[in-house]
């Protein structure tokens, strides 16, 4: 696969299921939203959660570059196996185009290398 590491630090956020979608989850080019009946989960710029808002920051992504078919099969596999190996803890998200693979910050230099040791690319 062809990756990319984008620049901005994340946080991931829980609020309670019953939340409304709050303005600051909404902002920047970047914010997946997930709600269950247990919790409203949000991913979003790390400088944009408000105190006393549960939340882990630290993180970055990686993007899988280009489109990917839904019949293409082992995508998240294929990148996340190694990183278990390796040790290292990932929080994933899909759209309907691509796959993000959010890593902490302090683990991204070791994933980056771990997935070019796996075969994978990186693009600039």
């Not at 303005?23 to 105190?51: H, I, Y």
């Not at 099969?73 to 691509?98: N, R, W, Y």
Request: charged share 25%.
């Amino acid at each position: 696969m062809r990756l990319t590491v984008c620049d901005q630090r994340l946080a991931v956020c829980r609020l309670d299921g019953a939340t409304d979608i709050p303005d600051w989850a909404l902002q920047g080019s970047f914010f997946p939203v997930t709600r269950s009946t247990d919790e409203l989960s949000v991913v979003c710029l790390e400088s944009l959660v408000p105190k006393g808002v549960r939340a882990e920051g630290g993180w970055r992504a990686m993007r899988v570059a280009g489109v990917i078919e839904f019949s293409v099969i082992g995508v998240l596999a294929g990148l996340t196996v190694p990183l278990a190996e390796a040790g290292v803890s990932v929080f994933a998200i899909s759209t309907f185009d691509t796959d993000y693979l959010l890593v902490k910050e302090h683990d991204l230099g070791r994933a980056v290398e771990v997935l070019r040791n796996a075969g994978h690319v990186f693009e600039r």
